[in-house]
Each structure stands twice: as C-alpha cells, then as structure tokens.
C-alpha cells in the first residue's frame, strides 16, 4: 500500500481537495448495470412518485463511491482506505435532462491516529442539501 | 407490527463464492467515473503493491448487499421489503478487494428495533477469500418505513 501523501504532513484541519460530481440519468442507468442494483426508484419516475419520492434519486452507494473520490484521488492508493462509512440522510434527486445535479464533496482531517492513519470527515451536498451524514473514512498514509 | 427479535444473533451460511473479475471491476470503476489506474492496470496497481487491479472501496457492496437482502428477505422475519431504504452503510477493510478473489459473505443480524413504526435491521457481513482470509467486513442499517395510514 503506498499512499503519496505523508503523515507528517497533514495536521487537524488539512482540507483535501475539493471535487464536484455530476449524476444525470444517464449515471444511473449505467451504475445500475455496473452494481447490480435495479431499483426502479433509480430509474422509473413514475415508481418513483408512486412511492413517495419528488423524482428518480441516485442509488445512495453511488453518492458513497464519489464521495470516497476526494480520499482515494488525494491519497493516490485506494487500497489505503481502512474504514469508511456513511448515513444517507436526503436524497439526491437527478432530474430528466441531460444536465442533471451536482454532488459537491469535500473533506478535511478531523483527527490523527495511530499507525499513521487519519480520519477524514466528508461532507457532500446536492441542490444545497447535505445528502450524506457521519460520513467518514479512515486511510493510512506513508 | 413488532418484528421477531428472536432473530437477533442469527448467522446465516456463507454464500456462494462470487468470483471478482477484472471487467466487472473495470465497468464499475467507469460507472463511477473513477479513473484511479489501480482499478484498470495490473502494472499501476502493482506499483502500490497490490497483486491485481483492485476495486474501489464500495464495490464489495454489490455482494455484500446481496447477502443481506436474502437475509431481510426471510419470510419468517417478516420485514415488508417493498418500503426497505438503505439508512448506513459502514464497511472495514483487512485488505482491497482485487480481481482474482472468489468472496464468500457470511451475515448476521445484529440488530432489529422498532421506532415510530419504523422497522430497523442492522446486518453484518464478514467477506472471506477462498484461502478462508478476512478481507472486509460491511455493516448495512436497513429501515422498513411505516406503512401511511388508510
């Protein structure tokens, strides 16, 4: 496991590098097929209304694999994450269009660890609502 | 109506290993939009000194969700599927999944509560290789939502 971001040199605080995401329909319709995840709330508008939804919402895994992007891209090795865990508290709504939403992730250290890990704290929001909640991920740097 | 908490503890046998591909973690990568070369070339995932591509953290997920739908879905358990969301997700790492791993997912539910006529399940799925080795374990919160009053 070799990350290229070294222990030393981030401290309480340290912000990784902020990343937007975009999810259009058509990002789910591929995930879907990818994860094997066909729930028809993430596709079929009509499902989706029926059972109480605004609109089609993006599978919470998926909102979980971006948001993991600004560790594993900062950190270079994606095997270096430990742990990672999240609560999904909103829904990412993805309208019918070819524009789609945005899911804006940022993170920043919140504590040092042993075994030279840290804990990073994420936050991600879409259409100005938090999407995620606790979301968290420890990752072992060099 | 009350769920059995006697299913509180209960392990269920290990699923049948699912073979983890190079393609299938390819395609995932790219449904991701995740361009990390870790993920697509054996030489880039061998310089950060993994013996195949691996896959992104969340990928084990397919499996392991697998797993604790047919757990859920125990008739005798009585959880009304049709109004399940997913409310956590938590997954700890031994080591990356990479192609090559036949995984088997051993789940136990850990937990049922009742709040607000919201049915909660948590299950734990402990994710081995074919050499018997821990490589993750998932923890996924799954809440049945009340049924709306008539």
């Known amino acids: 496991m070799t990350a290229k971001v070294s222990y030393e040199s981030v401290e309480v605080g340290t912000e990784l590098p902020a990343q937007s995401f975009p999810v259009t ?23 989706a209304r029926e059972v109480g ?22 950190v270079g090795d994606p095997g270096a994450v430990v742990e990672y865990g999240v609560r999904f508290t909103k829904p990412v709504v993805v309208p019918n269009d ?3 939403v945005l899911v804006e992730v940022s993170g920043k250290v919140a504590a040092l660890l042993d075994d030279n890990q840290v804990r990073v704290d994420l936050t991600a ?18 | 109506m009350a769920l059995d908490q006697s299913f509180v503890g209960r392990t269920y046998p290990p699923t049948t ?10 395609e995932f990568a790219e449904a991701v939009g995740d361009t990390n070369p870790a993920y697509t070339d054996p ?17 084990v997920f397919s499996i392991t969700f697998k797993a604790a739908g047919d757990v859920v879905r125990d008739p005798q358990l009585g959880l009304d599927y049709s109004r399940v969301v997913h409310r956590d997700q938590k997954f700890a790492y031994m080591r990356p999944v990479r192609a090559g791993d036949r995984l088997t997912v051993t789940s ?21 290789d ?10 996924t919160k799954l809440v049945a939502r009340a049924a709306e009053e008539a």
Do not use: C
């Open chain 2, 43 to 59: 030489q880039a995932a061998a310089a950060l000194g993994h013996a195949d591509v691996i896959a992104p953290p969340t990928f």
């Open chain 2, 108 to 128: 136990t539910i850990e937990g049922i509560k009742s709040l607000a006529g919201n049915d909660i399940v948590d299950v734990r799925g402990e994710v081995h």
């Open chain 2, 130 to 139: 074919e050499a018997g080795e821990h490589v993750v374990t998932a923890w």
């Open chain 2, 17 to 26: 290993p699912y073979e983890v591909g190079r393609e299938k973690i390819r």
């Open chain 1, 125 to 142: 929001v879409s259409d100005g609502q938090k999407v995620l909640g606790m979301s968290r991920a420890v990752v072992r740097l060099a």
């Open chain 1, 98 to 100: 070819d524009k789609g």
């Open chain 1, 25 to 47: 329909r058509a990002t789910l319709v591929q995930y879907a097929g990818a994860s094997g995840d066909f729930n028809p709330i993430h596709w079929n508008e009509k499902f």
């Open chain 1, 53 to 74: 939804l605004p609109d089609v919402i993006a599978h919470g895994m998926f909102t979980m694999a971006e948001a993991i992007r600004v560790v594993t891209d900062w």
